[in-house]
């Protein structure tokens, strides 16, 4: 089994924890999935310190083909998900609102102990 565990700059723990606050969530019109979606609004300042570059991310030894490594952690973290990360954003489905928001929750408890903030 892969070990998820991974280093993180300290710099980066207060806009993680923000890109995935669901107090933060709001109802949206999605183009995109011609769907109401909730939406955490928040660039990932780890992409944009990367430059977008996710080889040289510290999630970039989890991806797989043309998968970021951030999106296939946490799938490795807490399996099938009914959320979706992006560099600006994190959302889901106004009909999964439930699900989502008990994985996030998931996901943030797990990733507490796996981050380990440098």
Known sequence: MMDLRIKIPKKFKKSL??????RRAALRDSS???SKVYAIKGECEI???????CEKCPFGKF?????EGCTKWI?????K????IFPNDVLWLKRNNKKARKEIKKF???AEKLIQWV
Do not use: P, T
């Open 47 to 53: 992409c944009n310190y990367y430059d977008g570059d």
């Open 81 to 84: 998900h009914h959320f979706y």
């Open 17 to 22: 924890r923000q890109k995935f606050d669901l």
């Open 63 to 67: 991806a797989e083909r043309d998968i």
């Open 32 to 34: 995109y999935f011609l």
């Open 108 to 110: 943030k408890k797990k």
């Open 75 to 79: 799938e490795k973290v807490i399996g």
